[in-house]
């Protein structure tokens, strides 16, 4: 993981602390699709998490998404992900295969895991890894989800939820903001400064061309030059008049 990132998301898991709770380990709910991913792409889920996280953890796994990875398991490359999902500790969704003879889909079984109630709250402070783009866009709304994904080979904490952000002390969150933003900010200067520079470029280069284009020989261009006055002085100086205008009135 580079410094950066790396930086930041123990900044993030800091205010996550301080603010909701969290306690190392950290318990992280992974998807059926989390460890589908990260097998198949033959990444440590475990150490990455622990990595990411900056702290111990300890993974969790509904029996719906184990379910959805039984309901898989002659598929080809399947008996590693099943083999990585049976270490990890069942987390008890109460989705009953007696009542629910399908499991539930990822987002309905783990939102009802972290917020069963509608509170609002995750209550039992998880961490949640899941590849389900939709569920993520859910839990957004819940204050205090650390949230994390896999993209390209890449395991992502995402920022903080702007509803988290929301709940934070307004100083506090002016000064994380100014902290996790000033690179961004920084470089988007950097790259607004390149761009100007490039225009002034461009503008120079247009002048000179139409001086080259349109004279060619020694003399003509003093006397564009002088065309191009001749043009600017057509009429009263619609400045000038006005002031002049303005003493006489008064
Ligand atoms: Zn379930």
């Known amino acids: 993981m580079r410094g950066k990132r790396s930086k ?23 998807d059926s699709d989390m460890i589908t991913e990260t097998t198949r792409l033959k990444m440590d889920m475990n150490v990455l998490l622990k990595k990411t996280l900056h702290g111990d953890i300890k993974p969790l796994i ?4 184990i379910r959805h990875l039984y309901a898989h398991n002659t598929d080809p490359g399947m008996a590693p992900i099943i083999a990585k999902a049976k270490e990890i500790e069942r987390r008890f969704c109460g989705h009953h295969p007696d009542a629910h003879p399908e499991p539930l889909p990822t ?4 939102m009802s895991v972290i917020d ?18 939709e569920l993520r866009r859910r839990l957004r709304q819940i204050p205090g989800v650390p949230l994390i994904y896999v993209n390209r080979g890449v395991m992502i904490m995402e920022p903080m939820a702007s509803a988290t952000e929301g709940e934070l002390a307004k100083e506090e969150r002016g000064k994380f903001r100014a902290e996790l933003r000033g690179a961004t900010k920084r470089k ?18 247009g002048e000179e061309g139409e001086g080259e284009g349109a004279e060619k020989t020694a003399e003509q261009p003093a006397k564009k030059k002088k065309k191009k006055n001749y043009g600017k002085a057509k009429g009263p ?11 006489a009135g008064q």
């Not at 987002?107 to 783990?110: I, K, P």
């Not at 069963?116 to 783009?133: F, I």
């Not at 950097?190 to 503008?203: C, I, N, R, V, W």
């Not at 100086?237 to 003493?247: G, R, V």
């Open 237 to 247: 100086n619609p400045l000038a008049m006005k002031k002049k205008k303005k003493p």
């Open 116 to 133: 069963g109630k509608n509170t609002g709250r995750n209550k039992h402070r998880y961490v949640v890894a899941t590849q389900d783009a």
């Open 8 to 30: 930041q998301y123990r900044k993030l898991m800091e205010q996550y602390e301080m603010h909701y709770g969290f306690r190392k380990p950290y318990q992280v709910i992974v």
């Open 62 to 65: 509904t029996q719906c998404s």
């Open 107 to 110: 987002g309905e079984c783990l």
């Open 188 to 205: 988007r200067e950097d790259d607004g400064a390149e761009a100007e520079a490039k225009k002034d470029g461009a503008e120079k280069e």
